[in-house]
Structure formats: C-alpha cells, structure tokens
C-alpha cells in the first residue's frame, strides 16, 4: 500500500511538471529545496559532517552556503526526472552538451567497448541518456534498485526512452562483458559507498570504503574509461566534459591495478567536487566505515 500511495504521489507531480514544462517548473525547485533543507532537514547533519571532513577550510558560513545549494541542485535535478516524459530528443540536445564529443567518438573508434563512468553530480540520470542520442547508439545501464519497485520501473521507462537498455547492479556481470566484447557502451554511476569489508580509497583525505567494480570490468575486458560530469550551466541545462581515466603506469598484480585505477577515478570525482562542491550528493554518509 505505502508504495502505490507513494507512486501514486509520483505519477501526478510527474504529469503537474510535464504540464507546466521543463522551464516553469524549474521554478519550483527553489520552493522544494528550501522546504526539504529547512523544514524537512533531509539528512541534513550528514551533508554539514561531509562538507566539513571534505573542506576544513571553509568556514561555518561557506559550508552553510554550500550546503543550501545542494538541495537546490538535488531539487532540480528532481524536477528534471520528473519532467522526463514530456522531453523530445531536441529538448535533450538542447539541455545537455559535450564539449569534446571527438573524445568520445574517437575512444569508440578502437573498438574495444567503451565503459562511461559519472557520478551523483549533477544531473547524473541525464547523463547516459543524453549522451546515447547524441552518439545514436543504445547505451547499457548499470542501475541500483529502488526501493519502491513500482517507481523503479517508471525510472527504467523513462531511461530506456531513446533506445538505452538497463541492467541491475550485481546480477549484470556477464551482460556487460558481453556488452563489452559486442563492442557496446556500459554507463556505471560509480561513486556509491561500498560496504565495510570494500575497497580502500582515499577521498579528500580520509579513508573510504567503495566498490572495485569498475575498475574490474575496465581492466578484465581492456575497455578504455571515460568519466563525465554534468556540470550545471548559468543559463540553465548542462555541461559535460569526458576525461580519459588512465589506465598507464598500473603494477603487474591485478588487485593492485584495481585499487590504484579505483583511486584514480575517486581523485577526479575529488578534483570536480573541488570546483564545483554544491554539484555532488553529499547526503549519503561515504565516510561511514
């Protein structure tokens, strides 16, 4: 029952956005994001502990700041998924560009499959979908399930709307290297925090735990890894650049290439987060082991 209410609740915002369009209903995010940061206070105690771990530097005045506008984003970002359904293949092409599409086409070009990695920043589910119809390819999906299954398949709907196809995480492993070796395109959000007994990373300092996974299938399959980021623009939609996760200079043991590959891409994610602080989901707790 809880999840067909909640659903339900789902279903009509998502339709009110479709019909009001992408550009009004931005509007309302700042409603939403205020009232979820000061009314709600949605995990606001692990956002003030992260930013805090993450820049010593700041004071309590910044980190307020900083933390304000993460739910903003996260609100908007919101809105952007609920509004899916009404967006044409022109309204995500005008939204969302990539400023180095030769990157892309060109890591393609060698044929060995292509693994797209990005991160909770931004508009993370924009991402792959965007760039699927940009390159006219269907891109492989490695999704985490939702909770209420019901809203879960309404996601999936809406991702696979341009032709993209989606695999759940843990249950995909032979899929994507199939994938791989057809040559194909696997998108991975690959920032979630691992679990206690996870790989050991540093992040802005402090010792994480995370997922090797990626950097498994990178390294197993020989596929090249392209990490972007959706980086908001003033004048609204996003901005994406790819940067090549290298894989040169890596030690002769295997688990060793995994945690070094694996830091590599923590410190890129650590590197944007740096210029762009309020981009990132700092609500889930990935200093928690």
């Not at 309302?28 to 992260?50: E, P, T």
């Not at 398949?153 to 696979?160: D, G, H, K």
């Not at 540093?202 to 980086?231: C, H, N, Q, S, W």
């Not at 200079?249 to 830091?263: A, F, K, M, S």
Request: one cysteine or more; glycine letters at 8%.
């Amino acid at each position: 029952m809880q999840n067909r209410l909640e659903y339900l609740v789902f279903i009509l915002l998502s339709k009110i956005f479709c019909f009001f369009g992408l550009k009004k209903s931005l509007v309302f995010s700042k409603v939403l994001g205020k009232f979820a940061y000061n009314i709600l206070q949605i995990r606001r105690d692990v956002v003030h502990k992260n930013l805090k771990i993450a820049f010593p530097q700041k004071t309590d005045e910044e980190i307020e700041q900083i933390a304000r506008k993460c739910y903003l984003g996260f609100a908007a970002t919101l809105i952007e998924i609920l509004v899916f359904p009404s967006l044409t293949e022109k309204d995500l092409l005008d939204y969302v560009s990539c400023d180095n599409m030769e990157e892309v086409t060109g890591t393609i070009a060698l044929g060995k499959g292509l693994v797209f990695m990005t991160a909770h920043f931004g508009n993370w589910e924009y991402a792959a979908v965007s760039m699927g119809v940009m390159l006219r390819r269907s891109i492989m999906m490695v999704v985490k399930g939702q909770r209420n299954t019901l809203v879960d398949e309404w996601i999936n709907r809406q991702r696979s709307m341009y032709g993209n196809r989606t695999v759940y995480l843990g249950v995909s492993i032979k899929q994507i290297f199939k994938e791989i070796s057809d040559k194909g395109i696997v998108a991975i959000v690959g920032d979630q925090r691992g679990p206690s007994d996870g790989l050991k990373v540093d992040f802005f300092g402090r010792e994480t735990r995370v997922y090797p996974g990626p950097a498994a299938i990178a390294l197993k399959t020989g596929a090249p890894v392209l990490m972007g980021f959706m980086v908001r623009r003033p004048e609204g939609g996003y901005g994406s650049h790819m940067t090549p996760l290298s894989k040169e200079g890596l030690p002769e043991d295997r688990e060793e290439q995994i945690q070094v590959l694996t830091q590599r891409h923590m410190k890129l994610l650590e590197e944007k987060l740096i210029e762009h602080p309020d981009h990132w989901l700092w609500m889930h707790n990935i200093w928690k082991y």
